[in-house]
């Protein structure tokens, strides 16, 4: 009987010493004896940037689906089970192929050091050499230009989201350093959609496009998207879309529509496709209303959130999305992970907050003890803070004074996994 891809996946967390190490030198080894699977996936549209890459994949692959397209599609972390990194034509692939392809990398790899995001993006890329479709979706995981989904040579399309600062222990300090790690996707002739960027950032990755002969297609000069009257509109010069606002909330889903639509654009998807686009993704953990399960009826006549953003840019987008929710006392119960820029991440959300409960993370290795977490909260301004010592615990403490409450469960994508798992 097969291994359990579980099984599998604990031990290929042992290959390498270290969880991050950027080179590609280990994955082209491992992708040359499977017979470069790489070189046989559907065309690639490859997706890098600090924030809005989950999302705008999602868009694009809504679009694409609406056009009668097979799509695989990419992405990490996972949040409840890995198979959901790995989307087959349209579906998460399956246990046993899962662990029948691990298995194979597995036995290719021969005992070699390789980090585990290496053997199981090589896993994906064999994964899509094997099954037909139109399209596959490539989030990077971390960087892009060292990231393990960069060994692709000639994608459809490149898209940057916004960048900010972010993993700076391997990206470098300042946001052009971070730039230039992320526009390392840009290849030769391909064309690129650039999403919102901050001046420093936009000028690295037009130099780059510029050297590599990319066309760019960049937010404020060749697109753009806005809210007027409670619509989207977005403008290129093949014209103008009038379009419904996105489906998932938030300001910042405007933006990250926007590039979706570029992307579809520029594959030739027609108002339709673009509609679908902004009206049907699906992408857990971004401002989700939690409706059913075991942590909802805990929280009883209180609504409950979840969002995985976990740096600056993301506690922005936090802000903003709960700005402009219906006026209701709201209380966050907030997990972090020890590489964060945590009060960053907390700023801006202590106005739209009237308490943070801190918690820790279960079963990951690099949680913030909530008590940090809680001294992070008080640093950057929160005046009503306590530790609790799981999401249920907080969950009681805040309805108990505040039945009418809406509750954000918020700070890390591993602790929203965590959440979605507890609530089935």
């Excluded at 809504?62 to 890995?82: C, I």
């Excluded at 405007?254 to 509609?275: H, P, Q, S, V, Y």
């Excluded at 987008?317 to 964060?340: D, E, F, Q, S």
């Excluded at 009237?354 to 003890?369: D, F, H, K, M, Q």
């Amino acid at each position: 009987m097969a291994q359990a891809s579980d099984e599998i996946l604990a031990r290929l967390m042992g290959l390498h010493p270290k969880i991050i190490d950027l080179t590609l030198d280990r994955l082209e080894q491992l992708l040359a004896a499977l017979d470069h699977p790489e070189t046989r996936i559907p065309p690639a549209i490859h997706l890098a940037g600090t924030n809005g890459k989950g999302s705008t994949q999602a868009m694009i692959r809504a679009g694409l689906e609406a056009m009668g397209k097979s799509v695989h599609a990419y992405t990490s972390p996972h949040l409840a089970r890995f198979h959901e990194r790995i989307r087959l034509a349209g579906a998460l692939i399956s246990e046993p192929a899962l662990s029948a392809l691990l298995d194979e990398c597995e036995a290719a790899n021969g005992g070699a050091n390789i980090t585990f995001f290496e053997i199981t993006t090589a896993a994906a890329f064999l994964a899509f050499s094997r099954t037909s479709a139109d399209y596959t979706l490539l989030e990077v995981g971390l960087g892009g230009r060292l990231d393990a989904t960069n060994v692709i040579d000639k994608p459809a399309l490149s898209v940057l989201t916004p960048i900010s600062i972010d993993h700076t222990q391997f990206l470098g300090e300042t946001l052009p350093e971070i730039a230039g790690e992320k526009a390392g996707i840009i290849k030769r002739g391909v064309p690129v959609i650039v999403g919102p960027q901050e001046d420093a950032a936009l000028e690295v990755i037009e130099a780059r496009a510029a050297r590599l002969g990319a066309p760019v297609f960049a937010f404020g000069q060749q697109w753009n998207v806005f809210e007027e009257r409670g619509r989207l509109i977005y403008q290129d010069e093949n014209g103008l879309l009038d379009l419904p606002l996105p489906n998932l909330p938030g300001p910042h889903q405007i933006m990250n529509a926007g590039a979706a639509i570029a992307a579809l654009r520029t594959l030739g998807a027609d108002e339709a496709a673009c509609e679908a686009a902004v009206t049907r993704a699906q992408w857990p953990a971004r401002m989700q209303r939690l409706r059913n399960g075991p942590l909802v009826d805990l929280a009883g006549t209180a609504e409950l959130w979840l969002d995985g953003g976990h740096n600056p840019a993301g506690g922005d987008a936090v802000a903003a999305t709960l700005a402009r929710m219906p006026a209701r006392p709201t209380h966050l119960i907030c997990g972090m992970l020890n590489t964060k820029d945590v009060t960053g991440y907390m700023r801006p959300l202590v106005d739209k907050a009237a308490s943070l409960y801190a918690v820790e993370i279960p079963g990951e290795p690099n949680t913030l003890p909530a008590s940090e977490t809680e001294a992070a909260a008080r640093k950057a301004g929160f005046g009503t803070t306590a530790c609790a010592a799981d999401v249920a615990t907080a969950i009681a403490a805040i309805t108990a004074q505040d039945p009418a409450a809406r509750i954000l469960i918020c700070g890390s994508l591993y602790l929203a996994g965590q959440v979605l798992k507890e609530n089935g």
